[in-house]
Every structure is written in C-alpha cells, then in structure tokens.
C-alpha cells in the first residue's frame, strides 16, 4: 500500500513539473511571438516608408499597428509621420493658394467658426480639400487675410499613452502651438503670462531630455519665446514706440512669474531685467537694451 501511494506522488509531482514546464514554455513562446510580430511591423513600416507615402497613408498604418510596437518603435513612427507631414506641407499649401479656394473658404466660414468643421461646406473642391487636409493630419489656420494648413499636433495626443516620455511631452508642447498660435500678423495674440508658461514648458523639456530627437525644435521654439518675452513683437512691442515706456501688462505678468517660480534659468534673468528695468523708471534705455540683447544670446 504505502508502494503505491509512493508511486502516485512520484506520478504527480512528476505532472505537476511538466505542467509547470508546459506553462513556462508557452509564456516564452509568447514573449518570442510579440518580439516577432513587433519585428514585423517596424520592418513593414520602413517598407511602407521607402515609398514616399502621403501622411495619410503612414496615418492608416499607425492606427493598425501602433499597439504592436514598443514604446521606442511608436516614437520612431510617429517621428517618421512628422517628417512626412513637413515634406508633404509645401504640396498641399499650393492647393489653398488659388483665389477660387480662398475665396470658396470664405464665403463657407464666418468669423469665429471652426475652420476644420466640415458642416455647411457646400463646394465638393472645398470639402475633398478639406477632408483630404484633416485626414492627413493637418488643420487649417487663416493669417493676414489668408488660409492655409499646418500640422495639427492634437491630432497625435491619440497616440501619447504609446510614446516615449520624452515624445509625449513634446507633442503635448506642440499641440499648444497648433491649437493657439502665439502671434500672427506680427502681433502678440495669447497674454504675456502665456508667453512666459509656455516657455517654461519648452525650458524644463530642453533640461529633462538633453538627448531627444526633438530637444533641437523645441529649443529654437525656446528662443522665439525668450524673443517675445525681452523683445515683444513689431505690433505688440514690448517698449512703446513713442513713448519707449514698458508695457503695463508685461510688468505685471513677469513680475507675477517671479514671484511663482525663481527655479529656471529664465525666471533669473527675467528677475534682473526687472531690476534693471525698473530702476531705469521702465523706460527704454541703453542699458536696459543691452541686458535685454544679452540674454538673448546667452539662453
């Protein structure tokens, strides 16, 4: 009796190990299935890329396959989609450039309507335009009396929870930029508190990620607003052009960023430029200038 029972618990460990193997095995096999499907689709991609695709084409592929891939491999898509997208933009900037196009634009949109709403657009030209615009990623912007398509960079926030930190952090940088420009017709159109936010954001992304791929956009986007901050625009200056006083808002603005946050680099030189500035009773003067054009070039 006691032979037996040896036996059955020798019989069942034995089955217990090999069910334990089989499992192991097949998480193994898994593991070895997802690296090879991943494989495969960076491989179709840069297949797909090779052919000079439209954006709307590398689109379709992302959405199919952006789950497969790794955190690493959704960037280098999503990094090859903003190159086409660049590319491809002069192309179809011609097709708004027409006065027909520009003209069937107006007549479709009123003053505060969503341009990339594609409601109560009767024109069959004007709607393929548009939808071929947004299906590729684009939107439409109007500037000193124009239209025209940029990059629509909230059109790629659907891929964020996929992407590197460091791509997801810029995209969320260049989605403020597509959703609200900060200037047009060379005239500040968002508050100088804005001007100031936003380059934080672009100042703590060119610190954290020294080596991304996109830390160089970022920083010349950086230097425009550092521009704005110490320079203002031709039509929203910084110092009046008469009375060379600073702007009122401005002074409030920057002195309320000081008092928030004393950590950056900008947030320094901004304090000094205050000082400076104030002791020169706000107005435009050589030494304010310098300090100004100094800090430009050193940021």
């Not at 069910?19 to 193994?28: F, H, I, L, P, R």
């Amino acid at each position: 009796m006691r032979k037996i029972i040896g036996l059955l618990a020798v019989f069942i460990l034995s089955a217990s190990l090999a069910g334990c193997s089989a499992n192991s095995g097949g998480s193994s096999g898994s593991k070895d299935n997802a690296g090879g499907k991943q494989q495969d689709v960076m491989a179709e991609f840069s297949s797909l890329m090779e052919t000079d695709p439209g954006p709307d084409q590398i689109i379709g592929f992302i959405d199919k396959n952006i789950s497969s891939a790794d955190q690493e491999d959704a960037s280098s898509m999503i990094d090859g989609l903003e190159s086409a997208q660049k590319d491809h933009l002069d192309e179809l900037e011609n097709k708004f450039y027409s006065e027909d196009i520009q003209k069937e634009i107006n007549d479709a949109y009123k003053p505060g309507s969503d341009l990339n709403d594609l409601e109560g657009v009767t024109d069959e030209q004007l709607k393929d335009l548009l939808k071929e615009t947004k299906d590729s990623g684009y939107k439409l912007e109007t500037a000193e009396g124009m239209y025209y398509p940029i990059i629509d960079y909230g059109f790629y926030k659907k891929y964020a929870d996929h992407l590197t930190p460091d791509f997801a952090d810029y995209i969320n940088i260049m989605s403020v930029e597509s959703d609200a420009a900060p200037a047009k017709d060379a005239e500040l159109v968002i508050g100088w508190s804005d001007l100031i936010k936003r380059a934080l954001s672009q100042e703590a992304f060119i610190q954290k990620y020294p080596g991304s791929k996109r830390v160089e956009e970022v920083t010349g986007l950086y230097k425009n607003y550092a521009a704005f901050i110490f320079l203002g625009l031709n039509n929203t200056p910084l110092y009046d052009y008469d009375t060379h006083i600073m702007n009122a808002d401005a002074i409030t603005a920057y002195r309320d960023a000081i008092g928030k946050d004393g950590g950056s680099k900008l947030i320094g030189k901004l304090n000094g430029f205050l000082d400076i500035a104030e002791k020169n009773n706000y107005r435009l003067t050589e030494e304010v200038d310098k300090y100004r054009h100094d800090t430009l070039s050193s940021l």
